[in-house]
């Protein structure tokens, strides 16, 4: 059975910083794309960043430059978010997918508040 745990969520001040994990198990995810999603309240889910199999990153428009993600060998993702934003508080999601146009996967989400 396929499973994302996300963990690292929590309240923040603006200006701070919080590091989500992922940890995924129930199969081989070395050549799947990984990626973080967020979704605020009354909002679509939106793309955070994807890190490919080779470790390669991408990331939306508004976190670039503030967030870096990675993977390990250990089938775990992170997200290392820094100089947060009142407008960052979603709840972000974990995702996996053989390639960014089919995520066949998703966590549960972790909660992330950024207070102003």
């Known amino acids: 059975q396929v499973q994302l745990v996300e963990s690292g969520g929590g309240l923040v001040q603006a200006g701070g910083s919080l590091r989500l994990s992922c940890a995924a198990s129930?199969?081989?995810?070395?050549?799947?794309?990984m990626g973080w999603f967020r979704q605020a309240p009354g909002k679509e889910r939106d793309f955070v960043a994807v890190?490919?199999?080779?470790?390669?990153p991408h990331y939306a428009d508004s976190v670039k430059g503030r967030f870096t993600i990675s993977r390990d060998n250990a089938n775990t993702t992170y997200l290392q978010m820094n100089s947060l934003k009142s407008e960052d508080t979603a709840v972000y999601y974990c995702?996996?997918?053989?390639?960014?146009?089919?995520?066949?996967?998703w966590g549960q989400g972790a909660q992330v508040t950024v207070s102003s």
């Open positions: 995702a996996a997918g053989p390639n960014v146009r089919r995520w066949t996967d």
């Open positions: 129930g199969r081989t995810f070395s050549n799947y794309v």
């Open positions: 890190v490919h199999w080779d470790g390669s």
